[in-house]
């Protein structure tokens, strides 16, 4: 078993730590003085200067577009395994991503257009989008049902003549709210009396289309996530040509899967990211702290924290490792196990040693003074998007007893680099 980094990989580290410390870290406190002031001034829902500024540096040191491997139109993509550590050091700033143009939705996003539209979809929507001219939104979530279960999507999309028309009510939209949002994926009924889970198509739907209103961004503990957003989206009578159809008709489940494997990990990635800058900052607190005479990480109760906290830090890890080296060597069908496990172990142990941080700051961990509260916020989301913790229990749990039906072959699992 092999557990270290290439030598390609340990230099693209080190340039991109570099670059954290150079760029990012510095302007922790400029991006969201930047968003608070253009709100004062009655619109919170601008581009940040800083980030766009950076985006060029990013570029021009070879940390762009890092995420898509195996596609011609991004030589720089990594494999899913080359990428983890990479992504994780992004994850630790929640904003950083979109530096190097590696945020979500857009990474998925960008990675569905690739796999399964046409050229002309990928020359309109993907291109623009590889340079970072324009942004993007994923349209799947509704607020009229239970949208853990993507069957139950009510959104139809009627075909007339060469367009669709789409007509449903999305909500959890996120970077709709994003002035340089230009098209959604959206998924929906193309025919509800088809088998359960050929009902479901995907379309590319340009986000200035007749019929679109974006009608609130959703607070999630209070934030906004200007100028990103999550936003509620209502499609009436909206059409688009029949040529903006991802793969076929009945594909939209199919897709979906595929699209949220690479999603779901590139979240843990940057959960992890995130808890080692949370476990960072506590840290350095402890030993900066006095409480009743002594250090406060001379204290029990904070060593046995800390020590915690680095275990599951490098479990997690481990199995995100493990699974994105899956991915790569034996497809996200067969890792599909190790896809769920990350999906429910990474934002779980992420909020847990980020809790532990704010707990250790005291009143100022839950302040803004701090990235702890905000950063806790988006971690306990997680346990949500791109599906909640039970269905991935559920689903891995099936998987696991199907092993020891009766009359069921064995399910071989493959010797892998984390195992």
Same mark, same amino acid.
């Given at each position: 078993m092999e557990f270290d980094y290439s030598p390609k990989v340990k230099e693209m580290q080190a340039k991109l730590l570099a670059f954290m410390d150079e760029h990012i870290y510095p302007n922790e406190n400029t991006y969201h003085q930047e968003v608070a002031a253009n709100r004062a001034k009655g619109n919170a829902w601008i581009p940040t200067k800083i980030i766009e500024e950076l985006k060029p540096k990013a570029r021009a040191a070879g940390l762009w577009n890092l995420f898509l491997p195996k596609s011609s139109r991004a030589p +720089?993509?990594?494999?899913n395994l080359e990428y983890a550590p990479l992504c994780e050091i992004m994850g630790r700033v929640p904003w950083a991503a979109e530096v190097f143009n590696c945020s979500a939705p857009d990474t998925g996003n960008m990675e569905t257009i690739e796999?399964?539209?046409s050229e002309a979809n990928k020359d309109q929507w993907l291109e623009p989008l590889l340079k970072g001219e324009i942004r993007s939104a994923f349209l799947m979530t509704e607020p009229a049902v239970a949208s853990s279960d993507a069957t139950n999507i009510e959104c139809s999309m009627r075909r007339e003549g060469d367009e669709y028309v789409i007509n449903g009510r999305k909500w959890w939209s996120s970077g709709a709210g994003d002035p340089r949002c230009a098209v959604y =994926?959206?998924?929906? #009924?193309?025919? /509800? +009396?088809a088998p359960r889970h050929s009902q479901q198509s995907m379309i590319l739907v /340009?986000?200035?289309s007749k019929g679109i209103t974006v009608i609130r961004p959703l607070g999630v503990f209070g934030y906004d996530d200007a100028p990103h957003g999550h936003m509620e989206v209502e499609l009436k009578d909206v059409r688009v040509p029949v040529g903006n159809l991802l793969k076929g008709e009945g594909q939209g489940f199919a897709i979906a899967q595929g699209r949220l494997g690479p999603g779901r990990i590139h979240h843990c990635m940057r959960s992890i990211g995130a808890a080692e800058y949370a476990l960072e900052l506590m840290c350095k607190r402890l030993n900066d702290r006095v409480a009743f005479g002594r250090r406060i990480s001379e204290q029990g109760v904070w060593r046995e924290r800390v020590a915690e906290s680095r275990c599951m830090i490098e479990q997690a890890r481990l199995l995100t490792l493990k699974a994105a080296y899956m991915m790569d060597t034996v497809g996200n069908k067969v890792a599909q196990a190790e896809i769920a496990m =990350? #999906? =429910?172990v990474a934002p779980n142990m992420a909020t847990r040693v980020i809790d532990w941080a704010i707990q250790a700051?005291?009143?100022a961990g839950v302040s803004g003074d701090f990235p702890l509260a905000y950063s806790y916020a988006n971690q306990r989301t997680l346990r949500l998007a791109d599906g909640p913790d039970e269905v991935h229990r559920n689903a891995?749990? #099936?998987? +696991?007893l199907a092993k020891y039906m009766a009359g069921a072959k064995p399910v071989e699992? /493959? =010797?892998t680099r984390g195992s």
């Open positions: +720089e993509g990594l494999s796999r399964y539209g =994926i959206v998924m929906g #009924k193309t025919d /509800p +009396e /340009p986000a200035n =990350i #999906k =429910i700051h005291g009143g891995l749990a #099936k998987l +696991e699992m /493959p =010797i």
